[in-house]
Each structure stands twice: as structure tokens, then as C-alpha cells.
């Protein structure tokens, strides 16, 4: 993560994009749809074992989104504290890893509520992310030229060169490499918008990246993952 914001923020800093959307495209670029989209895919692909892998990676997105994302999408750029980091995402994930790894399992009737709770994640972001666009013009999303370089960038540049950068590493498990690259491929994350709409940054520009991402994903993702499987 912190290599994809430093390589995306010098990207965008050399191209002449227009300075209030500059944040949108870094973060844009970086952070994707990892948990509403990328644990059901890895799931379905690995099984529990690659689910833990994804739950691993994702810390970096909830340390990161929450406190370098929220500062590049804020016009007045909010001072990064600890308290930034100690996200509900990232609290989440420390403690899914430590009971992972503990001897304690919760009881049946308890494992199976919290497994019908979170089957509803999938669906519900997907409503989430429809109500995003109520009000937005449709024809505007497919006219902004910069959403078509993040969303190359997000869904082509960095899952590949990610799994290039892997090559040079050849005693990674071969579970971890595909975990990673998948949860790499997936489209922009709906976080973008939210974030955006929070903290005044340029929500247009936001929503056509995250719509324009989510159309080519039907594409890009099946692509990415031909390549690693």
C-alpha cells in the first residue's frame, strides 16, 4: 500500500489533472473493493484458509484509507493522529487473525448467525453503492477522461505488476500470491465516495471512477485472474 500511494500520488502529480481531484485519483487508484467484493471471490476461489490471507491484507487498507486516504481526500487535509488508524475495519481484522489462531470456536447457533450477518455484506453493498449514483447524471460518468486511467491503474497496473513483483520471491506460497493479486484486481472501492462526501472532496469525479471501475470490472477481474490461477 504504502509502495501503490507513493508510485499513484507521483503519477498524478506529474500529469496535469486538475488539483481537486488529484486526491480522488490517488486514493482511487490504491484502495479497492477488498471486503465487499474480494472476500466473497477469495472465499469462493480458496476456501477459509485464503479468506484469512484476505482478512490479513486488508489491515493495510483500513490503516491506511482511514488516516493517509482521509487526509488526500480532504480539501483541508486532516491531520493524521493514532486515532486514525484504529478503524472498526482494522479492528475488525486484528481480531478475526486472533481468534483464527486461538484454540476458541464459537458455538454453532452463534458461528451461523454471524455467518448469515455476514453473507448480507455482498448484497447490501451493492444497494449501497446503487444509492451512491440517485441524482447522478449518466451520462456524465463515461465522459471524465482521468477515471479511465485510474481505473487502469486500479484494475490492470498494479494486480499485474504486483504479481510481477512476486516472481522475485519465489518461496511465497502460492496461496498468498493468488490472495494478493485478486484482492489487487478488484474495482474501486465504494469507500471513495463516502469518504469523499465526508470529507468535501470531489464526489463526481469519485462516483465516475467507482461506477466506471465497477463496469469494466466484468472484464478485468476474470482477466487478472486467469493470469494468476
Do not use: H
Not at 43 to 60: I, M, P, R
Not at 214 to 220: D, N, R
Request: proline share 6%; net charge positive; with cysteine.
Amino acid at each position: 500500500y504504502l509502495v501503490f500511494l507513493f508510485l499513484s500520488a507521483l503519477l498524478f502529480r506529474v500529469l496535469p489533472i486538475d488539483r481537486d481531484k488529484r486526491g480522488v485519483a490517488i486514493t482511487s487508484s490504491v484502495f479497492a473493493n477488498t471486503g465487499f467484493m474480494g472476500f466473497p471471490i477469495v472465499l469462493s476461489l480458496l476456501g477459509t484458509e485464503g479468506l484469512l490471507y484476505a482478512s490479513s491484507f486488508n489491515v493495510g487498507y483500513s490503516l491506511f484509507m482511514f488516516s493517509i486516504g482521509i487526509m488526500l481526500l480532504s480539501p483541508e487535509k486532516q491531520k493524521i493522529t493514532f486515532r486514525s488508524f484504529l478503524s472498526p475495519n482494522f479492528i475488525a481484522c486484528i481480531i478475526a487473525n486472533i481468534i483464527y489462531f486461538s484454540p476458541y470456536r464459537f458455538p454453532p447457533v452463534l458461528a451461523q448467525t454471524i455467518s448469515t450477518v455476514g453473507a448480507m455484506t455482498v448484497p447490501l453493498s451493492m444497494i449501497i453503492i446503487g444509492a451512491m449514483f440517485v441524482g447522478s447524471a449518466f451520462s456524465t460518468i463515461f465522459t471524465e477522461p482521468w477515471a479511465y486511467l485510474v481505473v487502469f491503474v486500479r484494475q490492470l497496473a498494479i494486480p499485474a505488476a504486483l504479481y510481477l513483483a512476486f516472481t522475485f520471491f519465489p518461496g511465497i506460497s502460492r496461496t498468498v500470491v493468488i490472495v494478493c493479486v485478486i484482492m489487487a484486481a478488484m474495482p474501486v472501492g465504494s469507500y471513495n465516495v463516502i469518504l469523499s462526501k465526508m470529507y468535501g472532496g470531489n464526489v463526481r469525479f469519485a462516483e465516475s471512477c467507482l461506477f466506471l471501475s465497477m463496469f469494466t470490472c466484468l472484464a478485468t477481474v476474470p482477466l487478472i485472474g486467469a493470469m494468476v490461477l
